[in-house]
């Protein structure tokens, strides 16, 4: 099975490793790479303190496919630019080259990985301090930021256009991780035996998770343009959670399909809600979920003119087509002319070939006009030449 290299170098800290989980929590906790060994694999954890009262705690989502290393951490950026306390997670399992997201859930080597993770993240938080701790992924990092954040009462889980259930619109990466993580072959449909396989991994539903009640807030940002995970995650899940208070989101329009959220947008949230927890959520654009309905309603002028739009386009669309149809048949007649055109060209050539090879196999003229010559007079011809020649 083909695994991803193991490289500290590149990120450029020390890394400091540790022979268990015990043994790192029974450490002071070091800034740069943290490193313990869980059941024979590598644990890594980035850790960065810069005296904040907020702390970032980041989770991967996609990476691409082509990444040859690992550690793979994400958020040093944001985290740096707003002067933040970082603790970034790598997840484990992404050691398998063939698979780009595993949400933090484990595999047969590690074993789940909530049980472990938590206690760490736990321990980092109390060395760095701070009064704020928010826990951030994006897409598939939502959902492992989502999944994590009740071990962490009163945080704030921010999470950008998530996926809130692994049990739609998953198949594809539900197939690979079940694949490299469990030796399962499947079609990545989330059958009442691979449910009960994941049970002490973690949730394939995050609604079932939110409906016993949030402990923290939840932050959902949603392109409202991204139609499959706005129809398949996030209307789901808001009919079964949304009416709870410590759930918000904030619709916006970052253009069509699953597209990245523009990078001034996450720092500017990320600042508002570390600088004031409880009214930075609102003036970061956020409302209570239960208002959703209602805010809907600011972006069907926008829908209105799109449909219009795309109505004129097919209108053109149209108008192509049938001057393509026409430009069509014109050529279909061209071609036929052109191909009787080669065709009688063809038998005149046949012709020919035909005549050259007659004239080819035919005597020469003397010889012709030799034998229609009465043969007298051709006997007497050749006693003539004979005598010359003596």
Known sequence: MSRRTRNETRWSVPFHHYASLDAFLAADVQPGGNS???????????????????????????????????????????????????IAVSDPVLIHRDMTVA??????????????????????????????????????????AAHYAPHFPNCTALVINPRLTLERRAQDKMATY???????????????????????YGPTDLATQAQQGLNHDLLIYQNFFDSTYLQHHLLPFLREAGTDPRCYIRFANDGHGHVPIPPETVRQIISLVSSDQLSGVRTAGF????????????????????????????????????????????????????????????????SLNQRVEQLRTEPVLWRRIWHIIPRGFRQRIRQLFRRTSM
């Open 103 to 144: 949400w933090y859930l484990g595999d047969q080597a590690t074993g789940p990985l909530r049980p472990v993770l938590v206690p760490a993240i736990r321990h980092a938080l109390q060395h760095l301090g701070g009064s704020t701790t928010i826990l951030f992924g994006a897409s598939g990092g939502g959902f492992s």
């Open 178 to 200: 079940l694949r490299l993580a469990h030796q399962m072959d499947t079609h990545g449909a989330i059958t009442d035996r691979i449910r009960t396989l994941l049970t002490n």
């Open 287 to 350: 409302v209570p979920a239960a208002q959703a309905p209602d805010l809907t309603g600011e972006f069907l002028p926008e829908i209105a003119q799109r449909l219009a739009a795309l109505e004129q386009h097919n209108r053109h669309l149209g108008r192509e087509r049938d001057a393509l149809e026409v430009q069509q048949l014109r050529q279909n007649d061209r071609i036929a002319e052109l191909k009787a055109r080669s065709d009688a060209l063809n038998d005149k050539i046949q």
């Open 36 to 86: 313990f060994v869980h059941h024979g694999r590598d644990i890594d954890v980035l850790i960065e303190h810069r005296c904040a009262t907020t702390t970032l705690v980041v989770f991967n989502g996609d990476i691409p496919l082509n990444v040859p290393y690992v550690p793979y951490f994400t958020g040093r950026g944001i985290a740096k630019d707003l002067g933040l306390n970082l």
